[in-house]
T-cell receptor, first 115, second 113 residues
Framework: GAVVSQHPSRVICKSGTSVKIECRSL??????MFWYRQFPKKSLMLMAT?????????EQGVEKDKFLINHASLTLSTLTVTSAHPEDSSFYIC???????????FGPGTRLTVL | SQQGEEDPQALSIQEGENATMNCSYK?????LQWYRQNSGRGLVHLIL?????REKHSGRLRVTLDTSKKSSSLLITASRAADTASYFC?????????????FGQGTELSVKP
């Protein structure tokens, strides 16, 4: 299957700072990327859907000004957590969907800890 | 909101035993997928079963789908310690909105050597 990478794998930051997480599809062009958030021992919660070249579509209850998503190319989407607070600490996972595949491929996740 | 409910939430078995996990969903689906997640890692796609299929096999995995009961099960036969992970079912949203998936709550499987 295809490979999706995320960077960084883990980040610790101070409250009030902004953190950028990258999601890359390494060997295919991802027309759509998804961002999920996962709390410990919980399921994945879809935050937003990102289509290349257009604005992301956010799920209900997800603040778009808090979680900025950019999908500027067919291989890269970024999630920026602005003015991070301890309650933003979580595991963030991206997935990518694109030809010639019919399934989503998931990145390895980014562990964010806000102090 | 998550439409999938999975049971059990946690399952602990001995190596060699079979593990069965169940998933129920609320709306009509085109397909249902099962994923595996090792602790602190991303998800790995295991198997997809379409709404017109009742059973599907892949190696030691067997998935069933009962659309009348809106439920699916994942059976892992002859389990190994390396099968220890969380397992999630997922299905496309009702209107199949551009690939969006809704995940179940997951089953945490522990296989003891």
């Amino acid at each position: 299957g295809a490979v999706v990478s995320q960077h960084p794998s883990r980040v610790i930051c101070k409250s009030g700072t902004s953190v950028k997480i990258e999601c890359r599809s390494l060997d295919f062009q991802a027309t759509t990327m998804f961002w999920y958030r996962q709390f410990p021992k919980k399921s994945l919660m879809l935050m937003a859907t990102s289509n290349e070249g257009s604005k992301a579509t956010y799920e209900q209850g997800v603040e778009k000004d808090k979680f900025l998503i950019n999908h500027a190319s067919l291989t890269l989407s970024t999630l920026t957590v602005t003015s991070a607070h301890p309650e933003d600490s979580s595991f963030y996972i991206c997935s990518a969907l694109g030809q010639p595949y019919n399934e989503q491929f998931f990145g390895p996740g980014t562990r964010l800890t806000v102090l | 909101s998550q439409q999938g409910e999975e049971d059990p939430q946690a399952l602990s078995i001995q190596e060699g035993e079979n593990a069965t996990m169940n998933c129920s969903y609320k709306t009509s689906i085109n397909n249902l997928q099962w994923y595996r997640q090792n602790s602190g890692r991303g998800l790995v796609h295991l198997i997809l079963i379409r709404s017109n299929e009742r059973e599907k096999h892949s190696g030691r995995l067997r998935v069933t789908l009962d659309t009348s009961k809106k439920s699916s099960s994942l059976l892992i036969t002859a389990s190994r310690a390396a099968d220890t992970a969380s397992y999630f079912c997922a299905s496309p949203t009702m209107r199949n909105q551009g690939g969006k998936l809704i995940f179940g709550q997951g089953t945490e499987l522990s296989v003891k050597p």
